[in-house]
């Protein structure tokens, strides 16, 4: 079967750094992207890994291991516009089809 | 400026009745999804379309079908075999990309809160 895990639930202060990870278990990786979400709103697209290493994009920053099927989004100096859920998504084999975690919910406190 | 656009943004639907939700794109992206998302919880995959006049099944796809008969035009029917369709329903579309490269990403539409009464 295929399966992301990732928190429920992750709170963090105004200005600080807080990491979110994510495994997978998936027939096939072509990618991993992380996307977020405001409530009531539509995902939009924060980061993508096709290879290993750490990519940096602004004050987010996302990492991925293959070998461990594991990536994890970095949020660099909180602000509470940050209050969000995070969704991980692995792309399988073929790049097209995309399967997303639960979501991690984001609560930035002043 | 390039985007998806869903329509309605709500949808009731009595029981036993067939609803299409409708999806159109501009940015001329070859692939389009169907995803459902229930409270609280991840995005499930209905249907995807790689192509046009060509379209496969998700995880989820029982009780709904789509068709894809252009390029910018994704419909989603509900049908009433779908037991449990109260959700929200968001529609994506993107391009095939290089894993090595820069990557885009899905673009979203707004979504359509469809209410079973």
């Known amino acids: 079967g295929q399966s992301l895990e990732q928190p429920s639930e992750v709170t963090a202060v105004e200005g600080a750094i807080v990491q979110i990870n994510c495994t997978y278990q998936?027939?096939?990786?072509?990618?991993l992207s992380w996307y977020q979400q405001h409530d009531g709103g539509a995902p939009t697209f924060l980061s993508y890994?096709?290879?290993?290493g750490l990519e940096e994009t602004g004050r987010f920053s996302s990492f991925l291991s293959r070998s461990d099927s594991y990536g994890y989004l970095l949020l660099q100096e909180l602000q509470m516009k940050d209050s969000a859920s995070y969704f991980c998504?692995?792309?399988?084999?073929?790049?097209?089809?995309?399967?997303f975690g639960a979501g991690t919910r984001l609560f930035v406190k002043a | 400026d390039g985007g998806i656009t869903q329509s309605p943004k709500y949808l009731f639907r009595k029981e036993g009745q067939n609803v299409t939700l409708s999806c159109e794109q501009n940015?001329?992206?070859?692939?389009m999804y169907w995803y459902r998302q229930d409270p609280g919880q991840g995005l499930r995959l209905i249907y995807y379309?790689?192509?046009?006049?060509?379209?496969q099944k998700g995880d989820i796809a029982e009780g709904y079908s789509v068709s894809r008969e252009k390029k910018e035009s994704f419909p989603l029917t509900v049908t009433s075999a779908q037991k449990n369709p109260t959700a929200f329903y968001l529609c994506?579309?993107?391009?095939?990309?290089?894993?090595?490269?820069?990557?885009?990403?899905?673009?979203f539409g707004s979504g359509t809160r469809l209410t079973v009464v």
């Open positions: 994506a579309s993107s391009i095939f990309q290089d894993r090595t490269k820069t990557n885009y990403g899905y673009t």
């Open positions: 998936t027939s096939g990786f072509y990618g």
């Open positions: 890994n096709g290879l290993d």
């Open positions: 998504a692995v792309t399988d084999t073929g790049g097209f089809k995309t399967i």
């Open positions: 940015l001329n992206h070859d692939a």
């Open positions: 379309s790689q192509i046009v006049n060509d379209f």
